[in-house]
């Protein structure tokens, strides 16, 4: 089992940055790949962006590709999302889940451990 949780979140304006983290615990995540979601008020939990096991491949949705940067740190355990030019829009909470696969997919149901989620509010 593996325990996941989340930080970096906070309250920015619009066309600032703040940078996301999801820290493993429990047993190592290095094998795993690793996607970020969102959920904003009213809305399904929505797919960001997944990194594959060893950082070799990344994917995001498009409303956030240009912008949002995911990476990963296997030595610490860690995975890094990177947010600029934000949007009023990219308001949600933020978790971020593992998937059995080491290659990432962009379905909610390819992710096995989710953490709790992190607020996300951008300000006009």
């Known amino acids: 089992q593996v325990q996941l949780v989340e930080s970096g979140g906070g309250l920015v304006q619009a066309g600032g940055s703040l940078r996301l983290s999801c820290a493993a615990s429990?047993?190592?995540?290095?094998?795993?790949?690793v996607g970020w979601f969102r959920q904003a008020p009213g809305k399904e939990r929505e797919f960001v962006a997944t990194?594959?096991?060893?950082?070799?491949?990344?994917y995001y949705a498009d409303s956030v590709k240009g912008r949002f940067t995911i990476s990963r740190d296997n030595a610490k355990n860690t995975v890094y999302l990177e947010m600029n030019s934000l949007k009023p829009e990219d308001t949600a909470v933020y978790y971020c889940?593992?998937?059995?696969?080491?290659?990432?997919?962009?379905?909610?149901?390819?992710?096995?451990?989710w953490g709790q989620g992190t607020q996300v509010t951008v300000s006009s």
């Open positions: 990194i594959s096991w060893n950082g070799g491949t990344s």
């Open positions: 429990g047993r190592t995540f290095s094998s795993n790949a």
């Open positions: 889940a593992a998937s059995t696969l080491r290659i990432g997919k962009t379905a909610r149901g390819a992710y096995n451990f």
